[in-house]
T-cell receptor
């Protein structure tokens, strides 16, 4: 069985500050890990994903995430927040040869001017 | 190119009515998923199709929920005798099925269902 826990349903940062969104997962098989972003009234869009290989993954819009197997974590970071980063962010896990993807409950990011 | 489209975008139903939600995936995408997203929650898996075959329907919450993809492209999610707890956003996603897992899913904008 797989599960995802996102720590903090709401995160607020100032424009220009570091963004850190936390995600921990549970998986009995090697996981594939994803971060998706959802803007209001839009579908989810992939930010980045980890499948195999390099554990530091770079995505779109300056985001990156590091897969840490020992900590079962896949935290999302961005060095400097922009107002346009305000959205809902979802961490997700899949794996084991199947296609089922399990999503976390989401973290809403607020960016203050 | 065109993305995943869903219709209607908004649906209001009286309790007990049947509804049908449509998903047009990206052309050529073999895999198609349906998710239910309740207010303030992440998407929850409902069912998965590979072409016209429904390979996993373990997430369908009851036998009132039925999904089909008869020609391997457009899919319809049908909910019979709707209940208030069915109120949610229903998301459709597709991908190219290049290898098992690890694939980026392309999501539609969703259908917001409100059951009164």
């Amino acid at each position: 069985a797989q599960s995802v826990t996102q720590l903090g349903s709401h995160v607020s940062v100032s424009e220009g500050a570091l963004v850190l969104l936390r995600c921990n997962y549970s998986s009995s098989v090697p996981p594939y890990l994803f971060w998706y972003v959802q803007y209001p009234n839009q579908g989810l869009q992939l930010l980045l994903k980890y499948t195999t290989g390099a554990t530091l993954v770079k995505g779109i819009n300056g985001f990156e995430a590091e897969f840490k197997k020992s900590e079962t974590s896949f935290h999302l970071t961005k060095p400097s927040a922009h107002m346009s980063d305000a959205a809902e962010y979802f961490c997700a896990v899949s794996g084991g040869g199947g296609f089922k993807t399990i999503f976390g409950a989401g973290t809403r990011l607020f960016v203050k001017a | 190119g065109a993305g995943v489209s869903q219709s209607p975008r908004y649906k209001v139903a009286k309790r007990g009515q049947d509804v049908a939600l449509r998903c047009d995936p990206i052309s050529g995408h073999v895999s198609l998923f349906w998710y239910q997203q309740a207010l303030g929650q992440g998407p929850e898996f409902l069912t998965y199709f590979q072409n016209e075959a429904q390979l996993d329907k373990s997430g369908l919450p009851s036998d009132r929920f039925f999904a089909e993809r008869p020609e391997g492209s457009v899919s319809t999610l049908k909910i019979q005798r709707t209940q208030q707890e069915d109120s949610a956003v229903y998301l459709c996603a597709s991908h190219t099925n290049e290898g098992a897992g690890g694939n980026e899913q392309f999501f539609g904008p969703g259908t917001r269902l409100t059951v009164l």
